[in-house]
């Protein structure tokens, strides 16, 4: 699969049982519908974080294409305090995390009690991945 902002081949890395594509290149990680669940099964907070998806139609990101499905990706603000602009295909193929998100998210909500998930991330991508 190709990477959805650089283009380059993303790697595919398992992370708490859950296969996620990484890019090399830019540090972006592509999650498959789900696997953000996944990620985040267990957590108080995880529906709360899951219901707090909302498109953000004033954005002026360049839109990006799926990798799976190739059509355009909405811009999706997530998050309770503080707010996060991910790409998530229309389709419902999956996440688009630039560099950084998915552990501002992660570290935001407080949704891995033991920092497991966030420890995993930190060592296999180094800080803010």
Not at 2 to 12: A, H
Request: glycine share 6%.
């Amino acid at each position: 699969m190709d990477c959805p902002l650089c283009k380059e081949p993303m790697i595919v890395l398992e992370l708490n049982e859950v296969e996620i594509d990484h890019c090399l290149a830019c540090g972006g990680i592509w999650l498959d519908a789900g696997e953000l669940e996944l990620l985040l099964e267990g957590a108080e907070e995880k529906d709360k974080l899951l219901s707090s998806f909302e498109v953000d139609k004033s954005s002026k990101e360049k839109r990006r294409k799926c990798p799976i499905c190739l059509r355009r990706m909405e811009k999706v603000l997530c998050g309770t305090q503080r707010r996060v602009r991910i790409d998530k295909c229309r389709n419902n193929d999956g996440l688009w995390f630039d560099k950084g998100e998915l552990h501002d998210i992660l570290k935001e909500g407080h949704f891995d009690e033991d920092n497991k998930v966030l420890t995993l991330l930190d060592d296999m991508f180094g800080k803010k991945s």
